[in-house]
């Protein structure tokens, strides 16, 4: 098992740019999360899904959008980068997190960032 | 509302020394409480987690954290510190009450282990 993947590893936008990164998971878990990491600011949930073909906001959803086509992908857009989206982004994964005893989550290796 | 507190920044402690690093929560119902940690360019390992039993909670590399629910405080501890065990560290927590139709757990900012040889 490959685990959670994350694509691409680093990139660099200019201000206004779009992108999209992309997280796989082969675990065939129900829920999946998008955080931003900065200096000081511990993890920051963006946004996240419950299933395949549901999306819900979190902490920190403006200036992103997500999309959950297919269950083992979660897919993060920026549709015009700002500088304030510098960060290391990380995709992570858990079974359905009604059942406490399995809810852990599996994070990736992150997506660095950097928008000028 | 569910909330997570890592009180410290940074945390040195000598190479064989013993060490704890602090956190504290706020639920309002039961707490599922985990501990992650993250070595440099990496994502996020789990530790271990805390759901019911035992307040002493075993887990990877030689970590335990202790619930304390008067406290309500989760705190991780090793008896011996590596050098290896240097890394950034991450509280969670999780409400047992579900809320917003989904449960989603609360991380703190973290705290970064250093050891020293």
């Known amino acids: 098992n490959a685990g959670v993947t994350q694509t691409p590893k680093f990139r660099v936008l200019k201000t206004g740019q779009s992108m999209t990164l992309l997280c796989a998971q082969d675990m065939n878990h129900e829920y999946m999360y998008w955080y931003r990491q900065d200096p000081g600011m511990g993890l920051r949930l963006i946004h996240y899904?419950?299933?395949?073909?549901?999306?819900a906001k979190g902490e920190v959803p403006d200036g992103y959008n997500v999309s959950r086509l297919k269950k083992q992908n979660f897919l993060l857009g920026l549709e015009s980068a700002a500088p304030s989206q510098t960060s290391v982004y990380f995709c992570a994964s858990s079974y359905s997190s009604l059942a406490a005893i399995r809810d852990t989550q599996y994070f990736g290796p992150g997506t660095r960032l950097l928008v000028l | 509302a569910q909330s997570v507190a890592q009180p410290e920044d940074q945390v040195n402690v000598a190479e064989g020394n013993p060490l704890t690093v602090k956190c504290t929560y706020s639920v309002s119902g039961n707490p599922y409480l985990f501990w992650y940690v993250q070595y440099p360019n990496r994502g996020l390992q789990f530790l271990l987690k805390?759901?019911?039993?035992?307040?002493l909670v075993k887990g990877s590399y030689g970590f335990e954290a202790e619930f304390n629910k008067s406290q309500t405080s989760f705190h991780l501890k090793k008896p011996s510190a590596l050098v290896s065990d240097s890394a950034l560290y991450f509280c969670?927590?999780?409400?047992?009450?579900?809320?917003?139709?989904?449960?989603?757990?609360?991380f703190g900012r973290g705290t970064s282990l250093i050891v020293h040889p």
């Open positions: 805390y759901i019911t039993g035992d307040n």
């Open positions: 969670a927590v999780r409400d047992n009450i579900l809320s917003g139709g989904s449960y989603i757990p609360t």
């Open positions: 899904s419950v299933g395949e073909g549901t999306t």
